[in-house]
């Protein structure tokens, strides 16, 4: 079983909402990622968890704040976001460092 | 800056043929080498791994690696239409936790 699990897969919010993406992984990886993908462009990481806690964050602006309650689940809280911030969200899994990433199906975010 | 660069197509070839897509990076240290698909609108799919010069085969796909020539390609033996996709290939830079993402190459193939 290589499945990673997002929810919801679509979401429109304005920007003044509060919401959250969610992420599991049955895998027993170890690793955790959140992913941004415009249209026609590749993946950009936004953060790494490793053993739950966070190993990279790659100067992503704080209204996008992560949280890993276990070493199965991931949540992605949004807050003040802005127009631009309409993207595909990727939640991604790794057993480790150069292991095989693994991506959910995305949630598609439309911020309005 | 580390890069993974890819011809962003799109690559036309016709139903039943062989379909070549080509790579190359610029990490020295990177160890191991995806594959993605992906659909649009949908998210990427794993389909090939590879950490060792040469070739690895699995079913119509073979991926090729060779790191004397930062080179890593994927072969899509009698393409389908339903191959038709962007394909990204990823590097990981060896030892972390980050993948370097080509801008991926759009295949159409025509029934």
């Known amino acids: 079983d290589t499945e990673v699990t997002q929810t919801p897969k679509h979401l429109v919010m304005g920007m003044t909402n509060k919401k959250s993406l969610k992420c599991e992984q049955h895998?027993?990886?170890?690793?955790m990622y959140w992913y941004k993908q415009k249209a026609k462009k590749p993946p950009e990481l936004m953060f790494v968890y490793s053993y739950e806690k966070l190993s990279i964050n790659e100067s992503v602006p704080s209204r996008f704040s992560p949280e890993c309650p276990n070493s199965s689940l991931l949540n992605l809280h949004l807050h003040a976001l802005q127009p631009e911030d309409s993207a595909l969200y990727l939640c991604a899994s790794s057993q480790g460092t150069d292991e095989k990433l693994f991506f959910g199906s995305g949630t598609q975010l439309s911020v309005l | 800056q580390k890069e993974v660069e890819q011809n962003s197509g799109p690559l036309s070839v016709p139903e039943g043929a062989i379909a070549s897509l080509n790579c190359t990076y610029s990490?020295?240290?990177?160890?191991?080498f995806f594959w993605y698909r992906q659909y649009s609108g949908k998210s990427p799919e794993l389909i090939m791994s590879?950490?060792?010069?040469g070739d690895k085969e699995d079913g119509r796909f073979t991926a090729q690696l060779n790191k004397a020539s930062q080179y890593v390609s994927l072969l899509i033996r009698d393409s389908q239409p339903s191959d038709s996709a962007t394909y990204l290939c990823?590097?990981?830079?060896?030892?972390?936790?980050?993948?370097?993402f080509g801008t991926g190459t759009r295949l159409k193939v025509l029934a």
């Open positions: 990490d020295r240290g990177s160890q191991s």
């Open positions: 990823a590097v990981n830079e060896g030892g972390t936790y980050k993948y370097i």
């Open positions: 895998m027993g990886h170890r690793a």
């Open positions: 590879i950490y060792s010069n």
